[in-house]
């Protein structure tokens, strides 16, 4: 049975170990080491469910299969509105709809909030990733080329924004 939640403290150790895989083995992430446990429960202390910043989690049965967040986007007041959201689905759960499911339970609870804007940044190439951020109501709105670095080879990105629907 699959259900989907904020996340609590006890999924932590999940939530790492799924991105430090995503660090090691992909370009989705500019993260270049692997992110300790203690520097990952100072970044999990920054998330409250029905604010701004909100962690999701999927689980099939009691198995981790994904996550997905919204963290603000730049830390001017001016953007306080705007969030950059992320999402991390397991290897073996890619395909599977968890990934949908998962972002629109993240936009539900962020469209109960005053948040107007999310902001995604995707590595290019990546059709899975737009293709999921477009069914979400995200468009591509802009393409920073070669702005990171992984495995010795230069990344570009797609800039992609969600307008919350009034």
Known sequence: MTFFRPAMLKDLGAINALYNDYILNSTATFDLEPISFSDKTRWFDQFNEGGRSQLWVALEDTQLVGFATSQPFRPKAGYRNTVE?????????????????????????LDATPVKQAIAIVTRPNPASVKLHQRLGFQTVGELSDVGEKFGDPQSVYIMQRTKAE
């Open 85 to 109: 959201t992320s999402i991390y689905i397991t290897p073996d759960a890619i395909g599977k709809g968890y990934g949908t499911a998962l972002y629109q339970h993240l936009f539900l609870a």
